[in-house]
């Protein structure tokens, strides 16, 4: 339907349902972790990623966040 309106899917991910519950698990090493840090919270990547990197590296242990600080500087 919203296709029909030429709708962006970029725009159309807002209006669909937002109440199911979804669940997910990630794994990945340090080294991937530091790329997709440094990647995503820069200031030329999508607001939303940016959010995703730091909602991630504030879930990292804090004994374990020293690790990953300056991918965050930018």
Same mark, same amino acid.
């Given at each position: /339907? ?7 899917? $970029?725009? @159309? ?11 997910? @698990? ?18 030329? @990547? ?5 959010? /995703?990197?730091? @909602? ?13 600080? $300056?991918?965050?500087?930018?």
């Amino acid at each position: /339907l919203l296709s029909e309106h030429n709708i962006k899917n $970029d725009l @159309a991910k807002y209006a669909m349902p937002e109440s199911y519950k979804t669940h997910l @698990a990630y794994s990945i090493n340090a080294r991937s972790l530091q790329n997709l840090l440094t990647l995503r919270s820069s200031n030329k @990547a999508l607001k939303e990623m940016q959010d /995703l990197a730091k @909602a991630l590296f504030d879930a990292l242990p804090g004994e374990h966040q020293y690790l990953f600080e $300056d991918c965050l500087k930018h």
